[in-house]
């Protein structure tokens, strides 16, 4: 067997264990797949029982056109770094435009923002809900609203906090054990809202606010 056709049955080899995997800890994605497989299998009929598709591998390229492709990539990659020099160029005349006309207050927001990123001393489990109903379980020491802000960062839903209480490393690992059967994804931190991790939310006590956290939003 070539190099080439190794490195397909690899590939197919992988998808079909990622596949086999999530069939037997996704419900949806099950069902999805079986609708999906009963479509196959009508056109399948109505083609004559012949393939419906033929794998036809890319072509190989010549030197001269893979050499045109790689200038290709190479003027799109200068033409990213410009635009990050210039955008790190007007951060720069920003930060210091703002510390010339208010130099205190430049400060002052300095300090806020990296009080709000900065560890608590606290270890504490939270439960951060999405608009579409999943819930993150999590844990960590920093302060809950820089927390919140790097998890808004990479969702493109609006996130809310449920709970916040004091535990342990090992105790968020029992809790993720306790609802295996409800995470979304294996090895994962979301999970499934049900009627039981909302009523395990609800028994947990509420870890105090600080001080200076007390008025803050928790969405």
Sequence with gaps: MRSAEKALERGRKYIRTVRKKRLASDPAYRESMNAYMREYKRAWRANGCKPLGVFKPKPKLSPAELAAR?????????????????????TRKSVARQKAEDPEGYAERHRERRRRFTSDG????????AESGPIKIGFTTKRMLGRLQELQCGNHERLSILKVTGATREQEVAVHDRFVKDRIRPRGEWFRCTPELLAFIASLPE?????????????
Excluded: C, G
């Excluded at 290709?72 to 160029?89: A, G, H, I, L």
């Excluded at 606290?122 to 809900?129: D, G, T």
């Excluded at 870890?207 to 969405?219: F, G, I």
């Design 207 to 219: 870890l105090p606010a600080l001080p200076d956290e007390a008025t803050r939003p928790r969405s």
């Design 70 to 90: 790689a200038r290709v990539r190479s003027e799109k990659y200068n033409s990213r770094e410009e635009v990050r020099q210039r955008n790190r160029e007007h």
């Design 122 to 129: 606290r270890a504490k489990m939270y439960f951060i809900q």
